[in-house]
């Protein structure tokens, strides 16, 4: 299946939530959208038009994908909300906000900017404790994790994504979402995955700040301007937590979760009648 | 197949493009044919349009060339379109017009004159939940000054032109259709009462026949009494179904299957029942149709054209009906060649273009030069035997008789002799971009033949057994009365028994 499946270990939360072993997932009939987009679920590196089904969080990139000709969609749901599911949350006080500060690939793209300008942004509009998570890549780069703890902001990271299913971390997203769960507020500079899932885990979302230079991202894949315009509702340091948990539980395809019994045959999992799978 | 990554684009624009809620990044609206596009279309705007317009709002991605002529009179055009390429380029081409990207219900302001030319379909955005149309219809209206005027076109769904498109819209599964049917929506206009009933009260108001198809008019038509000439319109297009349209004209809801209606609300309306076309505007009165440069017929009852009935006459194999009407007609084409060319007004001598005038014939369109006659006459043939070919209609040729025969027997039905090369005229079969009715028809063509040589092959077979059964019995009756004495009598008597029956 596509190794992308394993990514912040998706295939394997839908695996326990279709009652089967998290620890080993079954291939996947398909590719597994891995995080929000403005596009149509998918990255730069799938031009999967018509072949594989494109298992995608929400209708809108069903519709986004159709007008630029492909086909085969089936829209499931992210797999955070499963794991929502999987993981009802117990009432707790929530306090200070969680900085996603946002991040370049391993692959593809960079961050060019100044995190110190950043850093003064985020003090100066933030009135509690901060969490600030950095993604792997910038987690590892000492000079860019070292201005945010000497900053004094608590860094954390998530975890690892995983790479042709080598060194996914299968808990990255029982990780963010407890973080999420713990914490008042969502940011980050630009509208992305970690801003969704905090406004539908119940954060207040705030996208603010310097959102720096998107090295090396691929035509049309940079939102600035756009995001702007389509979901103005996240952008500025005070939002309105109504309006923006709704957009992203729609985002996340809220109203199309499968029932464990569908999901595993949308996922290719329980086909007896076939001799083999994939 | 190959990468689609082109087709997400990069996200440019100039500065008179404001992006809102609804915009569509990799999408484009000026890909697809639209009735803006079209000439008469374009004619009837700018005759509609006041002479200085102060604020106009174009509403969908108008034809760039009509937002740039209508720009022209108006120091104010706001347009509102729903994908990003399509701003750009309206952006791009018409300085002066600041465009918005996306939603409908982000437009703000009043305006003189609004254009909501495209179908409101073309305003829904994919990052947007479908609006009903009532909804949208409002929201256009909403934005009118009260002495303005607004033009909106509302496509037919029921229009002749959908089931006859290459595409039908109810099988099909293009880029375009990511809500496709929106027959949830019993908001919007589908039958010519529904949408007058929806006309705001106390404003004036005009609703034009949109005729030809959806994707490209061919002329607009005010008034009850131009109903037979835009059948005979309608019926121009090879595409229309011929006896569908006749039957819809002969049940006198002909204009219930045009493709479309041109609304006008508030401000002047051409009184009058009119139809117009890209190069005249004939007047209708009591029947008969009059055109700026003197050119007058009597409307057919019902819109019948020549063609129609060259249908009929085929189906029924009513050959000397067939001939009649295909003499007259060749024999009116002479008369108006002119040492072997047929001047261009008479050169597009299609039946489907003719109204009968006198003993004679009236083309509706001119060709577009002068042609031989051969050209002319053959091309016109061939037009029609295309049009029965494809349309599956009954004709009285044998199944298994070849195109160019048939064709020439057409010609000789005409008193035509058929030239050195047919090829030119003869219909083909088309293999891609086929309507549903025109595959059905490869069908049961396919079908008849296939009976036609099995029929034909089982006849060769048992002509060949008698034939086989014929000359070995008579190597059986020379075996016999060669040995005939010497084979027991019964034996001999046997065969020649058998022999006898065979050949009986």
Redesign the interface.
């Known amino acids: 299946m596509d190794h992308t499946n394993h990514w912040y270990g998706h295939a394997h939360i839908l695996a326990e939530y279709c009652g089967l072993d998290p620890a080993a997932p079954p291939p996947v009939r398909g590719v597994i959208q891995h995080g929000w987009t403005?596009?149509?679920g998918l990255g730069?590196g799938h031009?999967n038009?018509?072949?594989f089904t494109k298992l995608v969080w929400s209708d809108?990139c069903?519709?986004?994908g159709?007008?630029?000709?492909?086909?085969n969609f089936a829209v499931i749901g992210a797999p955070l909300l499963y794991l929502m599911r999987l993981r009802p949350e117990a009432p707790a006080e929530r306090e200070g906000t969680i900085w996603y500060p946002f991040h370049g690939t391993l692959e593809y793209e960079t961050l060019d900017g100044d995190h110190n300008n950043l850093i003064a942004q985020i003090r100066d509009t933030e009135d509690g404790p901060v969490t600030v998570c950095l993604y792997y890549v910038e987690y590892d780069d000492p000079a860019v994790r070292g201005r945010y703890e000497d900053a004094g902001f608590r860094v954390i990271c998530h975890g690892r994504r995983g790479q042709q299913w080598v060194g996914t971390d299968r808990f990255f997203l029982f990780r963010q979402l407890d973080e999420l769960r713990r914490h008042r507020r969502v940011a980050s500079n630009r509208l992305s995955t970690a801003v969704v899932y905090g406004a539908a885990a119940g954060c207040e979302a705030a996208v603010y700040g310097d959102p720096m230079e998107f090295v090396g991202v691929?035509?049309?894949?940079?939102?600035?301007?756009?995001l702007?315009?389509?979901y103005?509702e996240f952008f500025g340091a005070q939002t309105d937590i109504g309006a923006t948990s709704a957009i992203a539980l729609a985002e996340l395809g809220a109203d199309f979760l499968a029932e464990p019994d569908e999901l595993r045959y949308l996922l290719g999992w329980d086909e007896p009648w076939l001799a083999s799978s994939n | 197949m190959g990468r689609t990554l082109a087709r997400i684009v990069e996200l440019t624009y100039p500065g008179n493009v404001t992006l809102v809620r609804g915009a569509m990044q990799n999408w484009r609206d000026f890909d697809l044919a639209r009735p803006s596009g079209s000439d008469v279309v374009r004619r009837f705007v700018l005759e509609q349009l006041p002479e200085a317009p102060a604020r106009v709002l174009v509403v969908g991605p108008m034809s760039v060339s009509l937002v740039r002529e209508v720009a022209e009179r108006s120091g104010h055009v706001t347009v509102l379109a729903r994908a990003i390429p399509d701003a750009a380029e309206i952006g791009t081409a018409v300085p002066t017009a600041q465009v918005l990207c996306g939603s409908l219900d982000e437009l703000d302001g009043e305006f003189d004159v609004v254009l909501a030319i495209d179908d409101l379909s073309t305003v829904q955005s994919l990052e947007r939940p479908t609006a009903p149309w009532s909804e949208l219809a409002a929201l256009v209206l909403s934005r009118l000054a009260p002495e303005g005027q607004a033009l909106l076109g509302v496509e037919n769904e029921r229009g002749l032109h959908r089931p006859s498109g290459a595409d039908d819209p109810y099988v099909r599964n293009a880029d375009a259709d990511w809500t496709p049917f929106a027959t949830w929506d019993a908001t919007r206009p589908r039958s010519r009462a529904q949408l007058e009933a929806w006309l705001p009260l106390g404003r004036a108001s005009a609703v034009h026949d949109v005729v030809g198809t959806w994707s490209a008019p061919t002329a607009l038509a005010h008034g009850p009494c131009t109903s037979g000439l835009a059948t005979l319109w309608t019926g121009r297009s090879p595409v229309t179904p011929v006896l569908g349209l006749r039957s819809a004209a002969l049940a006198g809801c002909a204009s219930e299957h045009f493709a479309g209606w041109l609304v006008s609300v508030g401000g002047a309306t051409q009184s009058g029942d009119w139809f117009l076309t890209p190069d005249a505007r004939w007047v209708v009165d009591a029947g008969v149709a009059e055109a700026e440069d003197g050119r007058r017929f009597t409307i057919p009852p019902h819109g019948l054209s020549p063609f129609v009935v060259l249908v009929e006459a085929a189906a029924d194999t009513d050959t000397p009906a067939l001939r009649s009407l295909l003499r007259r007609w060749a024999a009116w084409l002479r008369s108006v060649t002119v040492d072997g060319m047929v001047p261009a007004a008479y050169a597009d001598a299609r039946l489907t273009n003719l109204v009968p005038d006198g003993d004679g014939f009236l083309p509706l369109v001119a060709g577009s030069a002068d042609a031989s006659f051969e050209s002319v006459a053959w091309g016109a043939l061939g037009s029609a035997l295309d049009i029965i070919t494809n349309q599956g209609l009954r004709h009285p040729w044998p199944t298994a008789m070849h195109r160019e025969t048939r064709l020439a027997a057409l010609g000789a039905m005409a008193g035509l002799a058929a030239p050195d090369d047919l090829g030119p005229y003869t219909p083909q079969v088309r293999d891609a971009g086929q309507t549903r009715d025109e595959l059905l028809a490869v069908v049961r063509r396919q079908q008849e033949e296939l009976r036609s040589t099995w029929s034909r092959f089982r006849w060769d077979e048992k002509q060949y057994a008698a034939w086989k059964a014929v000359n070995l019995g008579k190597r059986a009756v020379r075996y016999a009365r060669k040995h005939g004495r010497s084979m027991p009598k019964d034996a001999a008597k046997r065969v020649r028994s058998t022999v006898a029956k065979r050949q009986g």
């Open positions: 403005f596009v149509h730069y031009y038009d018509w072949s809108l069903r519709r986004r159709q007008v630029i000709g492909w086909r691929k035509a049309g894949f940079n939102g600035a301007g756009l702007e315009a389509l103005p």
